[in-house]
């Protein structure tokens, strides 16, 4: 019970996680073999759409917008604030975020990488950022390559040429598609750093306390 009540919030998230791709699947699969009868063709079984460009596209895609939303999250926090916002630093405090970390070289719980001090340390320093990133990176590189694969599918149903991944990766299809849910991502990030001004949410980290003047900075 101990674990569940230390972890709850990393298994709830990956149940829905989990249970959200199995609806995808079993929805996506319903409606492409739908539209593969619609043009005389043969349905794919379950295993078979799972790993085609269909799917998989619509799941990196996805992903790309969300590494994408919280990679510049991260990194435009550090920089930038929002007066009265739960989500930003009070531009007119030095916080524990900010402070060099050798300072606290000898505490006994101190990550190993700053303990290792040097080009180690400067990278940790910086290592939620730069995942978040190279999250980004990979699911845009996923997007692309399944992408492709059901731009391919698609030219074969109605009789065209397929297009090399060079010339989908020019093409107005693909940007529309990344384009579609980056402006989502940023919008609901803007969103929430406006609202949490204001409203509150009492017992989230995410809320500034109930009673707090809407000007108090952070939550």
């Known amino acids: 019970m101990r674990f569940l009540r230390d972890n709850g919030l990393t298994i709830v ?14 929805t996506g699969w319903q409606v492409y073999n739908q539209e593969l009868a619609d043009h005389g063709s043969s349905s794919l079984g379950l295993s078979e759409y799972a790993t085609s460009g269909h799917f998989l596209s619509a799941v990196f895609e996805n992903w790309e917008s969300e590494f994408l939303q919280m990679s510049a999250y991260v990194v435009l926090t550090a920089f930038l604030f929002q007066r009265g916002s739960a989500e930003s630093k009070d531009p007119d405090e030095v916080l524990p975020q900010d402070e060099d970390p050798a ?7 101190m990550p190993w990488p700053v303990k290792a001090g040097g080009i180690v340390s400067s990278i940790y320093a910086y290592s939620l950022g730069l995942a978040l990133m190279a999250l980004f990176l990979a699911s845009f590189l996923l997007h692309l390559r399944y992408s492709a694969d059901a731009a391919d ?9 397929p ?16 384009f579609q849910n980056w402006q989502s991502e940023f919008l609901s990030t803007g969103v929430l750093v406006v609202l949490s001004i204001f409203l509150r949410f009492r017992g989230s980290p995410e809320s500034k306390p109930v009673a707090a003047p809407h000007r108090e900075t952070g939550s």
């Open 13 to 26: 998230l990956g149940v829905a996680t989990l249970t959200m791709i199995g609806g995808m699947l079993l």
């Open 103 to 109: 300072i606290c070289a000898a505490e006994p719980d």
């Open 153 to 161: 599918a698609q030219a074969r149903l109605h009789g065209q040429m």
């Open 163 to 178: 297009m090399t991944i060079t010339e989908h990766l020019v093409s107005t299809q693909f940007w529309f598609e990344s």
